[in-house]
């Protein structure tokens, strides 16, 4: 656990990491590289950004729970499918061949190293008009920003 702190500024950018939301009869996942860990109201939290036009953002909304899994290199192909893919277009986890087990009140994956299950506490729509420009013209031309989810961590599960 140590060690996953220690890389925890830059796990996300490096490594990838799958965001879920949902039960087992209807869930929908997909891979991250903005989040962080931290603290919030004393309690520890991870931050999630999700984008309204993604399929995965209305399972987080309607649930009170999402996972923030993490795996091996070995994997990473599988975050790159998941990650371009809609499941509203096709079941991309069957696909990549993951299987989604039951996490709590949410989902993760048999095949995943360390899974956070969070409950959500804050959610909050990102403001264009305080952002720089740049970041404007890069990230939010032709979609609307982020959403900030943020979720005390309840449970970690290796």
Not at 42 to 61: L, M
Not at 93 to 99: H, I, K, M
Not at 132 to 139: A, F, G, L, N, S
Request: a negative charge; charged letters at 25%.
């Amino acid at each position: 656990m140590k060690e996953f702190i220690d890389r925890s500024f830059s796990v996300f950018a490096r490594e990838w990491a799958l965001v879920t939301a949902g039960n087992m009869d209807s869930y929908n996942t997909m891979t991250i590289a903005w989040g962080g860990l931290g603290t919030l109201w004393s309690k520890p939290v991870a931050t999630v950004y999700v984008k309204p036009c993604r399929y995965t953002h209305q399972f987080i909304e309607n649930s009170d729970y999402f996972t923030v899994s993490f795996f091996d290199e070995e994997y990473k192909k599988a975050l790159g499918v998941l990650g371009s893919k809609s499941g509203r277009d096709g079941d991309k986890v069957a696909e990549v061949g993951f299987e989604a087990v039951p996490c709590g009140e949410s989902i993760t994956f048999k095949q995943a190293k360390l899974t956070l299950l969070c409950k959500k506490i804050y959610r909050h729509d990102m403001d264009t008009s305080v952002m720089p420009q740049k970041e404007i013209d890069t990230y939010y031309i032709d979609e609307a920003p982020h959403t900030i989810f943020i979720g005390e961590i309840v449970d970690v599960i290796e």
